[in-house]
Each structure stands twice: as C-alpha cells, then as structure tokens.
C-alpha cells in the first residue's frame, strides 16, 4: 500500500468536490498545510466548508482561497488576521460559525474518536449555548457539542516514515492531530519523509492508520508576529 | 496616583503561588510574566505548550514554536508540546490553576465580556470561552473605566458574554476587588487612591 | 472434511487487503497472521500498538511489550505506541479495517455473544463491545456447532450480546457465510462440506 | 514546587480515605503502579473502588488488596486472570461494574478533560446500555456515558523529569495517561528520574501539569503470559 505521493496536486486527485467540508491542521500560519491549500486552490473547487481554527492571512493559509471565493463557510475559533475574510463575511459572502477553540478541538477529536457528541461547560450561558442541548451533571449545566465528521482533512506534520507515522515540531502540532482524525481521507504534507523504522516507535505524535496520502516538499513556514527581545551585551 | 500597565501586572503577579500553571492573556496580563520573581511558575500556551519562555533573540525566531497570541517565543528546560485537543483538555479538565485575562466589561455577579462588540469587526473568542470556563481561577486586569471614562464593572454586562459568573478577582488601575456573593468586594486601593474614587468609578454593587 | 483451526484462519486471511489496518482476536484469529502471506497488513493490539510483530525469541521477553492478550510480543519497524484512549478512539472511529474474531453465539441478524455465560465465571468483555461496535468489518471465526453438537449460527442470541448487529461474515470450519438482508448467506463450503450438510447445521436462516 | 517524594508511603501521605475513588494505570501487569499499590496495601486503607483495567493476580497489582479486603468495587472491562477476585464477586463481598475497555479509557479521559458525558456506539444493544440515556445522531443510536471523576489517580511511567513530564515505555503507556488526567491528585512511580531538559519537549507523553507527586523505585515488572518463538537455526 504506497502511501507516498508526487505532489500535492496528485495526492489530492479524485477527493475534491464542491460543496465539501475540509478540516485544516494549523494555528495562525504555524503548522499550516500550505502546499495543500496551494494545490486546492488550483483546482478551482468551490463552495467549501473549512473546519479550521483560523482562516489564515490574505495571502497566505486559507486566505488565498478566500480571494479566490472558493470558501463557502467557516467553522474556526478566530478570524481577526484577514482583512478580506472581514469583507466578505460583513458583505453577507461568507457563513462564519464561531466554535471556542478548544471545543473546535474536541469536536475534531470526537469525530474521529467516533463519538458524535460531548458535553461541555465551555459556552454556557453565552451565544454559543443557544439552541444546543442543556444538560445537568453533578448540579452544574453543560451544552452539547457535536463531532464534526469532515470529508477531507488536510495536515501539517514535521516528519513521516512511508507508513504514514507522524512527528510533529514544537507548538506546529497544534490542530493537526485533532483534524487529521476527523476526516473520511487524510492527506498530509511533511517537510521529510524518512525510512519506516527511524522514528521512535514510542515518540510517534499519530500512528499512520489516520494517514491516507502523504507528500514530501518545501515549506514557506511563514511567521506572523515575529517578537524578539535583546541581547544584553556582557 | 492609580496604577500604571506594569504595577497592574505586578498587583497580578502577587496572585500567583509558587507551583502554579498559568494562562496569561493577551495585553497587559502578559507583562504578568515579569513579575513573578522566584516563584516556580509554569506558564501555558493555549496552542500547545506548558512552560512558555521568553521572545526569542533576533535572528532565533522559529516559525514552528509561536505562543496563544502567534508571537515567535522560546522553549525552557521544562517545556512540553501537546496538540489543541490535550491542550483545551487540561484547560477544561481545570487542571490550570489561574488564568489572567484583560477584559472590557465584568458584571457583579462575575459576568464577562471581552470577546465581541455588536456592529464592530467580529475576530472570534479564540479560547477565551474554554479558559473562563475551565481554570481553577480567572482573573481580569483592566482598566477601571473605557475611554469614555464610563465603568468597566457593571451591574449587568451589556455586551455578549464569554462567560457566566466566572470572575473570580479583577485588578484595574485604581484597586482590586473579588467577586462575592451579592456583588464586589475592595481588597486593596491603588496607591493613592480613595475608597471614594474608585466607588465613583465602579456601577457594580460593592459590599 | 471441515476445515481445522490453521485452515479457517488461512479463510480468514483471504478476507483481507493491502494497506488494511486490523485487530485479531485471542485463539484462532491470532493464527490469521501466519497467513497474509505478501499484503501489507498492520496488526493492532488494542493495549495500545500498532504494528504488532510476532513472539519474541527466548531470553528477549519485554514486561513493556504485550498483546491484548497479555502475551509477550516483538515491535516491528513500523510500530507505533499510543495510550488506550487512543487506542479505542481509533477503534471507535472506524480506523480499523477489519476484525477478527471468536464468538459463542451468531445471529441471522448479525447479533454476536462471545463475552459472558450467566451463572458460569464471569471474565468482562475487554475490547470486544469496543471492537464491534466500532471497526470497519466484523468477520467471526468460530466452529459451525459446540461441543453438544449445538448450532452456534442461531436465530437468536441466547447470550448475553457483545453487539446488535455487528457482525459481517462468520467463517467456521464447515464454511463461509455472508450476514444479509433476511438471514446468512452460503459464500462457500469447507472441502468436502455439502451444503445439506452445512444446513443441517445451522439454525439461523440461509437464504 | 517540589513534586519529586522519597517513598512510595510519603508520596501518599494524607492522600488516602476509605471509600475513596482510585483510578490506577495498567494492563494486566504491564505498566501498573506496583510500588503505590503495596503501599495502599500497608496504609490499611478500605472500601477501596478502584477504576482499572484489570485487578491484577492473586499476588500481584490489585490483586494483593483483594487478599487483603481493601476494594468494596472494581470497574473493569477485564477480571479474568485473578481466582481471589472471582472468589469474592461470587460471594457478593466485592461489587463489579464491567465498563468495555474504550469506554473505560474514555470516561477517563473525559473526565480529565472536564467532560462529564458523552455518547458512544459501544455497548448499545447490550447489558452495558442497561438504564443509560440513548439519543439518535445521524439516525443511528448512541449511549450516554459520564466521565470517571477519581480522588486520586495511581500511574507508573518509565522516567520523569523533576516537573513531572512524564514518558513512558512501550505497551506500558495503556491506561495511565488517562488515569492519570481523571484524579483530582495524581501521584507516580517511575523507573528513573532524570533532570530537568534532559527529556525531548517534543517526546513527552504526559506533561507535568497532571503530576502532583512523584517517586523513583525499583519495579519488578511482573510477565504474565511468557510467549516466544524457536530460534530458526542457521
């Protein structure tokens, strides 16, 4: 069973079509698959529904597929990066779905842990309650949140072995693992894929079984904010 | 005189015990950091991360290791990484023993809005909602009063919250007040400020 | 002549494909290995690997390295290590292709009993209410009768169930059978195995 | 903030009650916290339930408090390998909820991650969604289960650093990630202790924000079925 694809272009032939629902590893610009989201744009499929944390800058991340109106819907936690997402979703273009970040997480997580929904305080008493299930446990009320169970999920990762083992760096790991769960198909972009057998079986962020296709390129890895501090001189 | 950002910050700080994991928000409870001093803190990045450490020197900036608020930061020697659903797990789990957030209203009754003004640009409460609603302690730092000099510290909230009765303490420019069964209760006065000044500043109920 | 344990795990086998993820039961299903011959299968153990490999040689016992059966076992390079939250996560969510296992009891309807006999020693049901309800495909391997000669393919659970209609395909040593609309279907017959034999045998509707 | 205890005995001090809730880590032997349960054992301690796996054998894990008649409860998916245990059950001295072994590891987790429900297929159908809320999603049928909240959680690990992050080692991570999140203290026996930044940030099975006390001993690391191969001669 290859895993391995050429390109992003040819590891997503066959799983796009219009109107489906992509879950997106990724934080900001940090662990985002941009060869991917590249590569979607390319192929020119609309009306998309992204599960993702944030909708990236205007151009970069999802941001490019906003310009090019090919984003239906939002589900992410913030959006405040991207002054054409603010255009389109205020002009009525855009659906947006505001989910707190970590019940983004969970919502990922659950689906692909096949648990359709969960209970959580997170929101009570907020907008974010209204029209979901209430519920009492041990006298405190929680809402009910569903799994999203997405189409596609499009990840992130530092390094793959050829079965499709994940290594993740640093804080680049982020949503990845929860989206790569959630969807029926899983594409994944690493900067190296090494021989099967030189990751740490016991240091594996996620085991190949989420991985379906897996390509191997150069990343941009662009920063957003870049703070420094200085160097006290001796 | 009323405090300044960083004699908030350090007032904030005081709060802190030694062995505590902490989230610290965007503004003015990030200057927080500066001032815990020897106390063993650990502090969390909601994005995945526990034991956060400074900006990085320039030139060793890592696009691969940014905090909650997309910054470039650095690791320390107790640093661990963990993904976004084990990271708003230990949040919600209640397993973060204070988070210290800035706010623009808090009610009496621990209300809190800081994520969303009707009519205004929507950017989304990121993972505001999680944290107020899991950490064993939430603490506002804030000014006392918005620019129009009208009362952050409401009988009732009027923008949407991000969560309910949740405050535990807030911190502003002119004192300290806990949140307490019926209403707000002073804890301490800025330097130079009168018990007067600051129930003129305040619309919530104090008792 | 019906087929011995070795032969309806060979059966088995052949229900699997290149690239499947699958997780083998303990007693016949765990021969099922010895038999994928040049596919590509991962075997996962639910205690929290994936990639299992075979016994290890004497003298290379690891206390850290055990099935779901609790038996000493080996890593191969393609291993990977996961809690058991993960590990029933991924069971759950339908990441394993396929599996494999004993049962005391088949229903025409798809019902599986293999986990408790009322007023008999009661063991739990481990992984298994866990592995059928969540798993891609469900393929018993069990003999056709037990020991009073009793058909073990019934109408009806007269055990406790591990699942509600669950199971794909029963291989036994008289044969293969389809679980379908109506009842169970003849996929085929062991060598030598009539199907008025089969028949005979079997309580649950054929149609 | 020191976490890092003598003994296992001190490690435990003013933690236990009787009738307590313990979730404890394990499978079968493998991974169990060994050196914690003897002294759970010494401390005399009673009315013990214990959410884990198994119950370990006569004279090992669990096991040596069921010789001692410490446990009122188990909730196990598994109980198969101790005759002492049966013994009892059989004799309605000791109460049993048999929890399948993904929900258990879930209700755990739930718990840890401050959820107090959720809805899954397993068991539906079955003895296990005896009395339990079902609710449809998607058109199929789903069981409510509420998370495991225990007073104190008891996990072995293979090293720690000094603030508790905690790596384990092969099959024996199992259960105690997930035991560890549910107790409201968590208390660990690990084989090593190593400084502070000499564990991989990116390696770290269980941050230190879950570990509240922490031990090093020696572990006799029990094998329960010793299984092998014929060396094929050359």
Known sequence: MKKVYANATEALDGLLSDGMLIAAGGFGLCGIPELLLNAIKDSGVKDLTFASNNAGVDDFGIGILLQTRQVKKMISSYVGENAEFMRQYLSGELELEFNPQGTLAERMRAAGCGIPGFYTKTGVGTVIADGKEHKDFGGETYILEEGIFADLSIVKAWKADETGNLVFRKTARNFNPPAAMCGKVCVVEVEEIVPTGSLDPDSIHLPGIYVHRLIQGAHEKRIEQRTVRQREDA | ?207
Chains 1, 4 share one sequence.
Request: glycine fraction near 14%.
């Open chain 2, 1 to 207: 005189m009323p405090w300044d950002r960083n004699q908030m910050a350090a007032r904030a700080a005081n709060e802190l015990e030694d062995g505590m994991y902490v989230n610290l928000g965007i503004g003015i409870p990030t200057l927080v950091a500066n001032y815990v001093g020897d106390k063993d803190i650990t502090l969390q990045s909601e994005n995945g991360m526990l034991g956060m450490g400074p900006f990085p020197y320039e030139g060793e900036e890592d696009p691969d290791l940014i905090n909650a608020g997309k910054q470039t930061i650095t690791e320390l020697r107790r640093t661990a990484y963990f993904d976004s659903a084990q990271s708003f797990g230990m949040i919600r789990g209640g397993k973060i023993a204070a988070a210290i957030l800035g706010a623009m209203e808090v009610a009496e009754n621990g209300d809190l809005a800081n994520w969303m003004i009707p009519g205004k640009l929507v950017k989304g409460m990121g993972g505001a909602m999680d944290l107020v609603a899991g950490v064993g302690r939430v603490i506002v730092v804030m000014d006392h009063t918005n620019k129009h000099g009208d009362s952050k510290l409401l009988k009732e909230c009027t923008l949407p919250l991000t969560g309910k009765g949740v405050v535990d303490m807030i911190i502003t420019n002119l004192g300290v007040l806990d949140v307490v069964e019926g209403g707000l209760r002073i804890v301490e006065l800025a330097d130079g400020v009168s018990e007067d000044e600051l129930r003129a500043a305040t619309e919530a109920t104090i008792v």
